[in-house]
């Protein structure tokens, strides 16, 4: 519902903290020391990480004439989001890290986070400063998730539709989105092939799932309509 909603505010927004402490106790027993092997544990997980997106989504479009930015809240979460993937990569261990739930919204609320940054118009010293890191942790989300998907696409490992969370397929749509839209503004960066492979990949994986999930070729036609002649182009010939 957040990554849905764009501008406006989330339909959970007025409801989600007062829920989610209602429900702590049942859905979160990570908090109260309880054992991590019981089947609710990843559940805890998700219900943790579905309230930080919306955290995310809330900090960013909740300013009003009365209501300003709060930056120190929204590096919070960040931090906090960043700890959480700590986190659940320890608790993943050697397990695929493409059919975790917890860590696909983790890497999506730092997706919106990290662009909503790096497109902030920079108009004092301190806010490019924000603007280039922004860039940069941007940049490393894109890496992570591309190294997620990279084997699912090139046939060393099937993808286990049974296991696959729905929103893993919205994140790898949103990393696409955000690289067609870096390679439109910035046709000439030094990273344009990179970026290029990387949007090719994202898509193969999206293609792939497409033959299961019509979501996917929603999401591809989407894509297409962003998409210039000339960068279609290119993506065929590589491909």
Request: aromatic letters at 6%; hydrophobic letters at 40%; a negative charge.
């Amino acid at each position: 519902m957040a990554v849905e909603s764009g501008p406006h505010p989330s339909l959970t927004r007025s409801r989600t903290l007062i829920l989610q402490d209602l429900l702590k106790p049942a859905l979160c027993p990570t908090h109260f020391h309880q054992d991590p092997t019981n089947p609710i544990f990843p559940l805890a997980r998700l219900v943790e990480a579905s309230n930080l997106l919306d955290k995310i989504h809330t900090t960013i479009n909740s300013p009003t004439a009365e209501s300003t930015f709060n930056i120190e809240e929204y590096i919070l979460t960040i931090q906090t989001i960043i700890n959480l993937q700590t986190i659940l990569n320890t608790e993943i261990e050697n397990r695929i890290h493409l059919y975790s739930g917890g860590l696909g919204l983790c890497n999506l609320a730092l997706l919106i986070a990290f662009e909503n940054g790096a497109d902030a118009p920079p108009i004092a010293t301190v806010n490019k400063n924000c603007k280039y890191s922004a860039t940069e942790s941007l940049n490393s989300v894109l890496s992570t998730i591309m190294s997620t998907v990279e084997l699912s696409t090139s046939g060393a490992r099937s993808i286990d539709f049974n296991l696959l969370p729905p929103f893993t397929t919205f994140l790898v749509y949103k990393a696409a989105a955000i690289l067609t839209k870096g390679l439109l503004m910035d046709p000439r960066s030094r990273d344009w092939s990179e970026r290029l492979n990387n949007l090719r990949l994202s898509r193969n994986f999206l293609r792939i799932v497409s033959a299961r999930w019509l979501a996917c070729e929603r999401y591809l036609n989407l894509l297409d309509e962003d998409t210039t002649p000339r960068i279609l182009k290119a993506l065929e010939e590589g491909g």
